[in-house]
């Protein structure tokens, strides 16, 4: 079956662009998870949808960031006037409830900011 | 102090040896995730575990809640099992119980 994909694989853009990033999530969950991979640093969180529950936007770095699932299946991380230091890997996760259960994850979205 | 701490940051072993993996963490805890991130940067969830042992083929993930503290072996260890292996846990505090906070992972080379 389909796993967690995500478009674009990469993205380049010139700093003071947005972009927006895409992540299907596995067909049935409810749980979709924001994280992201800066360059020789660890995993951080970004935001997370539960279902029609207001989204856990507590680790969103900035206002810059926003994010929005629409009908309870694909979401959108969306950057605003990017800037270098957002230049990581963006990855996306969902699961099949929000309790203690597996998250999948996908194959992230490299973006690159000049 | 980082919240989820793991050691060694880098291991070298050659194939065949018993290869642990170590993770503390000073929050409280719903459930505790090892995860596999392979150089092309893909990442697999390799255990969940709340409380216990778990085994898949050749890899255990033990936790214990009291200590605040798991391990992931590999026994047999095969230059394929090279990686970066990370441990993240959902906290069970106020807030969010959505999130994973991660350690900085380790990363494991296997040598032929």
């Known amino acids: 079956g389909a796993g967690v994909s995500q478009s674009p694989s990469n993205k380049v853009t010139e700093k003071g662009k947005d972009v927006e990033l895409r992540c299907d999530p596995i067909?049935?969950?409810?749980?979709l998870y924001w994280y992201r991979q800066s360059l020789g640093q660890g995993l951080e969180f970004l935001i997370y949808?539960?279902?029609?529950?207001?989204?856990?936007k507590s680790g969103l770095p900035s206002d810059r960031f926003s994010a929005e699932r629409t009908g309870g299946s694909v979401s959108t991380l969306t950057i605003q006037r990017t800037q270098q230091e957002d230049s990581a890997v963006y990855l996306c996760?969902?699961?099949?409830?929000?309790?203690?259960?597996?998250?999948?994850f996908g194959p992230g979205t490299r973006l690159t900011v000049l | 102090k980082n919240e989820v701490e793991q050691s060694p940051q880098n291991l070298t072993a050659q194939e065949g040896e018993f290869i642990t993996i170590n993770c503390s963490y000073s929050?409280?805890?719903?459930?505790l995730h090892w995860l596999q991130q392979h150089p092309g940067g893909g990442i697999v969830s390799l255990f969940m575990?709340?409380?216990g042992k778990k085994k898949h083929g050749r890899l255990i993930a033990t936790i214990n809640i009291q200590e605040k503290h798991s391990s992931l072996h590999i026994t047999a260890s095969h230059p394929r099992d090279s990686a970066v292996y990370i441990c993240?846990?959902?906290?069970?505090?106020?807030?969010?119980?959505?999130?994973?906070?991660f350690g900085k992972g380790t990363k494991l080379s296997v040598k032929p």
């Open positions: 996760a969902s699961s099949s409830s929000p309790g203690v259960t597996t998250q999948y």
């Open positions: 067909s049935g969950h409810t749980a």
């Open positions: 949808f539960q279902g029609n529950s207001a989204p856990d």
């Open positions: 929050v409280g805890i719903s459930a």
């Open positions: 575990l709340s409380s």
């Open positions: 993240a846990v959902r906290s069970n505090y106020g807030g969010s119980q959505g999130n994973l906070i």
